[in-house]
Every structure is written in C-alpha cells, then in structure tokens.
C-alpha cells in the first residue's frame, strides 16, 4: 500500500476534506501530522496535531520535518460576493501558504506533494477540460483563480526543475459533512440547506437555470488519494462529471429536510455563468469514478448537519473567526 507506514503531513486536515482524507490515510496505515488554524477538536484523533499559521515560513518547515508526502488542502475562500470584494484579502494567504509550504517540503526533502487547486483556474465554459488553462486562463478579474493558477505554474517549475513529485488536482463544488454552514461566505451546497432549514419562504438567487459539477466530500479524497499514488504530471479534475441544475439541487434539498419550505426564485439578480461541467476523462483513465450520488450526498449532508449544528463554529475563518 502507497501509505502505509508513511509519515502524512495533510495542511489543512481539519477541513472539510482533510477530516476525509485523514480518515482513509489512517486507514490505510499512514502517521498523520495535520496543520491548521482551526480548533483541534476537529482533528483526527491520531494525528499530531499543529494549530500554525503557515503563511510563515518557518512554521512550514516545522510541521514538513520528517515527512515523506505533503497534501496542501489550504484555501482561502468565500462566497462570489466576498471574493468580488476582498480580492487581497484572497490572495495575500495563499500566495504565502502555498509558496512556503511548496518550499519548506522540498527543503526538507518531502518525496511528493498535492497541491489542491480549484475550477476557478478556468475561464467561463460549458465543459472545462485540463488543457484549456494553457490557452485561457480565468478573466483579469478573477484573482482568486488566479492566484490559484499560479500556485499550479509554480508546482510545474519545481517539477520541471528539480524533478520533483508534485500532483495537481482540480476539485468540482465540493459539499459534504464539516462543511462551512455558518459564516456569510458559506459556499452553495451548505448555505442553501441552512436556508433551507430555517426560512420560509426560502428565496433563491437566479431563475434556478444555472448548471454546475458537484462531488460529495468523500468522492474528492478518494479521488486525492489514487491520483497521489498515480502522480501524473499534468493536472487532473475531480468532479462529478454530471451537470446538475440550481433548480434541482434546490428542489433535491429541500426534498430532504423536516419542513419543507416554499421557494422564491430571484430571478433580478445574476445567478453566474450559465453552466460550467468538469471534464473528468484524465481521472476516469487513472482509474477513478464518482461513486456517491447527489440525492445521496444532500441527504447524508443534512443529517449529519442536523446532528452537528453545535461542530460547524469550531473552525478558522479569515473573514469571520470565533472569537
């Protein structure tokens, strides 16, 4: 087995992601450091747990001592109307945590390193296919794409350069348990299940129109852990492959809560690009293949929210942290 037995740093393990990740990775005989910001009750009980800010260098070099593979699942985030507003406030992050760790693991001599990239690296199109970067990259605009994307040129040049282990993956819209519910930048999946829970009526952005790829959380570190173990060179999207309408992921939420509440489309205000599908034939041919449904993905994701409203504080927010 590729893990077995390996030391695993996972930098942002208490994540949304990392909490799955660090659940195979341990089942599948791994030593798990984690490094976060967020509250240590989210991180796995066998880790070695760093509670670090790694936009600092130093701090970097620290929690890759002694690794033999780094998965960076660090992200800077929020919902379009933050991005839109606080485009430095994006940047500034992931431009250092990205950089420093990169360096710290080859500094340390890590053997091979995921990096987690993102669709916003796109521009806008019906189906994004891994190449299209190399002819379009996202619109002037778009920093957080951006800056994303550079984090991938960069893992490119080390690649090229220093010959090194270095995996690029291009996750969908991800949703699942631990997810962020609670803060104003919550991202689609989460934020409309809260509303669904608690508004009536429940007033929807656009006219429902708007096509998109999910992937259920465990799909993504299933998919994180082949293509680590395959290592392609170029970039690999992991998503669902299956566009799925605002309209029925709505109607399929709200098909899954206690009280169901009435509807009301928005339709005066802008519901984003039309439709943007990720292509997944590269990871089909490594061997991956979506395995959790959206009907079964929404469903899991409510009940666990229903049974861990009190878990979803416990986490770091650069643009709303607990006090």
Request: aromatic share 10%; with cysteine; proline share 7%.
């Amino acid at each position: 087995m590729f893990f077995k037995d390996k030391n695993v740093l996972i930098a942002g393990g208490t994540g949304m992601v990392g909490i799955q990740l660090c659940k195979l990775l341990d089942a599948k005989g791994a030593h798990l450091r984690i490094a976060s910001m967020d509250d240590e009750s989210r991180s796995h009980p066998k880790a070695d747990f760093h509670q670090t800010d790694l936009t600092n260098y130093d701090n970097c070099l620290k929690v890759c001592k002694d690794m033999d593979y780094v998965f960076n699942l660090l992200c800077a985030k929020g919902s379009p109307e933050i991005v839109k507003n606080y485009p430095a406030s994006i940047m500034r992050p992931m431009v250092l945590f990205n950089t420093h760790l990169f360096d710290a693991a080859r500094e340390a001599k890590v053997a091979g390193f995921l990096y987690t990239s993102s669709v916003g690296v796109y521009y806008p199109a019906p189906v994004l296919n891994e190449d299209d970067t190399e002819h379009t990259p996202p619109p002037p605009a778009d920093f957080a794409g951006r800056t994303k994307l550079f984090g991938e040129w960069y893992a490119n040049a080390l690649r090229r350069e220093h010959n090194w282990n270095v995996t690029i993956i291009r996750p969908a819209n991800i949703y699942g348990p631990y997810d962020n519910f609670d803060s104003e930048n919550a991202m689609v999946v989460p934020s409309l299940i809260k509303r669904a829970l608690t508004e009536n009526p429940m007033t929807v952005w656009g006219d429902g129109s708007t096509i998109r790829d999910f992937i259920h959380v465990q799909d993504i570190a299933r998919g994180m852990l082949l293509i680590a173990e395959k290592n392609p060179s170029q970039p690999v999207n992991l998503g669902s492959g299956i566009g799925i309408s605002i309209k029925s992921l709505v109607e399929t939420i709200v098909e899954n809560v206690p009280n169901k509440p009435r509807i009301e489309w928005g339709t005066s205000k802008f519901g984003g690009d039309p439709q943007r599908i990720l292509d997944i034939s590269r990871a089909r041919s490594l061997g991956f293949e979506p395995q959790i449904t959206l009907e079964q993905g929404i469903k899991d994701t409510i009940e666990w929210y229903l049974s861990h409203r009190n878990e979803t504080s416990q986490r770091y927010d650069i643009f709303n942290t607990p006090q």
